[in-house]
């Protein structure tokens, strides 16, 4: 079945270690996302990528970095300088139709706890 | 003018009501336009595609007004099942292909 997934569901990660969310999807998406949701809060955009070897920052991405090297793939590493980590982080995919993307999928998400 | 906004209630309808939400977008060159639905520490899901000409999805009815730029949602006959937040999508290709999510709008349906 294609799909988008996440993964772990839960971590637990104890301040000032780096950590690496992943996110595969084998839909043939051309864009991937990554948003962070805080409690009783909105999606808020770290990073996205439209190609492969490309992306660009989103509204928050100070304390996060990622990679595209492959269409499939598009982990997020949460660093040390991250100063509030703990949420709940998804990942999405769209296909890129040239002049707009279409509806995007997302996976079932990663808690990250901060211990 | 933030770039998608919404009402972020909660709107507390007694099941069976109609309820109707609205969203207002800043970038006049929007693309595409969606409606998801997110339960409680879940995932958004896509609830429905919003066309020019109006689409209808059995009791979930979307609109889009360009010339104003809002969009909105239509719950008729609502079902406890509805109770979740829902999400305006706006899509900004046209300028730099993020696609843009406002904050929810919580709904909770009443027995």
């Known amino acids: 079945d294609g799909g988008i997934t996440q993964s772990p569901k839960y971590l637990f990660r104890k301040e000032g270690q780096n950590v690496t969310l992943s996110c595969e999807q084998n839909l043939n998406h051309d864009a991937m996302y990554w948003y962070r949701q805080d409690p009783g809060q909105g999606l808020r955009l770290i990073y996205y990528s439209q190609i492969v070897n490309d992306f660009q920052k989103g509204d928050i991405a100070e304390g996060y970095s990622v990679s595209r090297e492959k269409k499939e793939s598009f982990p997020l590493t949460v660093t040390s300088a991250q100063k509030n980590p703990t949420a709940f982080y998804l990942c999405?995919?769209?296909?890129?139709?040239?002049?707009?993307?279409?509806?995007?999928?997302f996976g079932q998400g990663t808690r990250l706890t901060v211990v | 003018r933030k770039e998608v906004e919404q009402d972020p209630g909660p709107f507390n309808v007694p099941e069976g009501a109609t309820v109707a939400f609205n969203c207002t977008y800043s970038?006049?060159?929007?693309?595409?336009f969606f409606w998801y639905r997110q339960d409680c520490r879940k995932e958004p899901k896509l609830l429905m595609s919003v066309y020019s000409s109006g689409n209808e999805d059995g009791r979930f009815t979307a609109q889009l007004n360009r010339a104003s730029q809002y969009i909105s949602l239509l719950i008729r006959d609502s079902k406890l099942s509805d109770s979740a937040t829902y999400l305006c999508?706006?899509?900004?290709?046209?300028?730099?292909?993020?696609?843009?999510f406002g904050k929810g709008t919580r709904l909770h349906i009443l027995p």
């Open positions: 999508v706006v899509n900004n290709s046209s300028r730099d292909d993020k696609i843009i």
């Open positions: 999405a995919s769209s296909i890129n139709r040239g002049n707009f993307n279409t509806e995007a999928f």
């Open positions: 970038n006049s060159a929007s693309q595409s």
